[in-house]
Nanobody, 122 residues
């Protein structure tokens, strides 16, 4: 089993940056593909990006491609989401998740954190 805790969210002006972290417990962290998702008020949770277990492959939603970067450090049991050039529409609660497949499908992710709020002011 994996427990996930996100951190690093906050209030930032449009154009700013944040680095979100997701710390995992459990010895098997390095075997899991990891994903980032977000949910804005009144909207469904949506895929942001994912990274494979080795950290050699990443995939992103079109809305964040070129602005967001996912990385992981398996020695520290942590996955990161660097978010740059933030826009007001990026405002959401950001969640990390550990999955059984390198995918954008929420159903393929078994473990979820509680999220960290990112608010972008215009």
């Amino acid at each position: 089993q994996v427990q996930l805790v996100e951190s690093g969210g906050g209030l930032v002006q449009a154009g700013g940056s944040l680095r979100l972290s997701c710390a995992a417990s459990g010895r098997t962290f390095s075997s899991y593909p990891m994903g980032w998702f977000r949910q804005a008020p009144g909207k469904e949770r949506e895929f942001v990006g994912a990274i494979n277990w080795r950290g050699s492959r990443t995939v992103y939603a079109e809305a964040v491609k070129g602005r967001f970067t996912i990385s992981r450090d398996n020695r520290k049991n942590t996955v990161y989401l660097q978010v740059n050039s933030l826009k007001p529409e990026d405002t959401a609660v950001y969640y990390c998740a550990a999955g059984k497949a390198f995918t954008n499908n929420t159903l393929d992710y078994d473990y979820w954190g509680r999220g960290t709020q990112v608010t972008v002011s215009s």
